[in-house]
């Protein structure tokens, strides 16, 4: 079928279009061919174009193949580094002045560090070949309106074809291999870093998952002290109920006898993101609603309670005492010190976890058990029993 398309009105052109050819006569046609009808087609007139290295094999040329390449194995072996410190290095929090806290301080720069460079060098590289081998080309272009036709499609996918083949990339051999190199190991570490947080699984530990247990809970029947941070992580300052006027509140955190005398374990203790307490003394006479099976945690007028915002993770450190209520300044959710920390304002939607205390025969605070529920921030597993 013999047709030809029509200009828009107003947009007049010089050149007369060609025949356009059918689809399947495209098909038959040689690259060059299609690519330059794909140029008439489009109104687009080559006024210039000359072939960056037209005699092949000269060592300018082999020199500028392995300055491409060696952008294209910089990102391949950023790649690898950030695979293998996505995988293998320490990124297990470790508190500030622990052994351990130097790699770990690192992770982070690191893994961000080797995938920035793989993603750079990537992109320099493929600048690069376009720069030093696609042919320098002048063109101008009539414009015109609507979508491309089917056989128009087909002629540029030619052109682009063909603008590969100017470059030589057929026998680019070096080039071919570090590009391929280079987005095949960056594919792979995307792939990896998409998957492996599925991989880990934190509930492999059952009952004894870290997300369920906390510093609080008492091993071998070591009895577990709340332990105030006096400025010195090595002095241990135990709470007695006398310590703390009422309608007043204070930071605890867990403390062990066999962990006197041990800066490294001392230091650990004051730096759980999961142990932090309020100790809150409420003012004598305050009617309190009790959570369901936690009637005996408290100690007479003391009451413990997560420090970690159940919303998102904040210390809710503000306790106002004529009120009652615990606030979290992150996003202002508000807690009932007298109603088992329960949520009565903002986002946050489950109660701070209590902990269960007493006073033990040498008249210091202890905790009786661990938390009953994870603390922290919401995660699907989660059940809220009132
Ligand atoms: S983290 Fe506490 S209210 Fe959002």
């Known amino acids: 079928m013999n047709t030809s398309r029509q200009d828009p009105p107003g947009l007049g052109t010089e050149h007369p279009h060609p025949r356009v050819p059918t689809p399947a006569e495209v098909e038959e046609m040689p690259i060059e061919d299609a690519a330059r009808l794909a140029t008439e087609l489009d109104d687009v007139q080559v006024l210039h174009n000359q072939r960056k290295w037209p005699v092949p094999g000269t060592r300018a040329e082999k020199r500028a193949e392995r300055s491409v390449a060696l952008w294209f194995v910089i990102s391949a072996l950023s790649g690898l580094a950030f695979l293998a410190s996505f995988l293998f290095w320490p990124y297990q929090y470790v508190a500030p002045g622990a052994p351990g806290y130097g790699l770990y301080a690192l992770y982070t720069p690191i893994v961000g560090g080797t995938f920035g460079l793989a993603v750079l060098a990537l992109g320099i ?150 142990t932090p307490v309020m100790l ?18 408290h100690f007479g007028d003391y009451y413990a309670y997560s420090k970690i915002c159940t919303h998102l993770g904040c210390p809710t450190s503000l306790y106002e005492a004529q009120t009652n209520r615990i606030l979290c300044p992150c996003h202002q959710t508000q807690f009932l010190a007298t109603e088992y920390a329960k949520p009565i ?4 939607t489950r109660p701070l976890p209590q902990l269960p205390i007493t006073v033990n025969s040498e008249g210091y605070l202890v905790a009786t058990g661990d938390f009953r529920e994870a603390v922290g921030p919401a995660f699907w597993e989660r059940r809220y029993t009132p």
Not at 140 to 162: C, F, I, M, P, Y
Not at 237 to 255: A, H, K
Not at 280 to 297: C, D, H, S
Not at 345 to 348: C, K, M, R, V, Y
């Open 280 to 297: 809150i003394r409420l003012r004598p006479g305050q009617p309190v609603v009790q959570r369901a099976g936690q009637e005996n945690f």
């Open 125 to 274: 590289g493929v600048i690069a070949y376009v720069k030093r081998f696609f042919p320098d080309e002048v063109s101008v272009q009539q414009r015109h309106d609507g979508a491309s036709d089917e056989v128009a499609r087909r002629t540029v996918v030619a052109q682009l074809v063909k603008a590969g083949t100017d470059t030589g990339i057929a026998r680019r051999t070096v080039i071919k291999r570090a590009a391929g190199a280079a987005a095949g190991v960056f594919g792979l570490a995307l792939g990896i870093a998409a998957i492996a947080p599925l991989v880990r699984n934190p509930w492999k530990l059952g009952p004894d998952s870290p997300l369920w247990v906390t510093a609080w809970r008492p091993i071998g029947g070591e009895t577990v002290y709340l332990r105030r941070d006096t400025g010195d992580p090595t002095e241990v300052s135990l709470v007695r109920p006398e310590d703390q006027e009422p309608g007043s509140m204070e930071t605890v955190f867990p403390f062990r006898e066999s962990e006197r005398g041990n800066a490294e374990a001392l230091i650990a203790g004051l730096s759980g993101s999961d």
């Open 345 to 348: 304002f903002g986002p946050g």
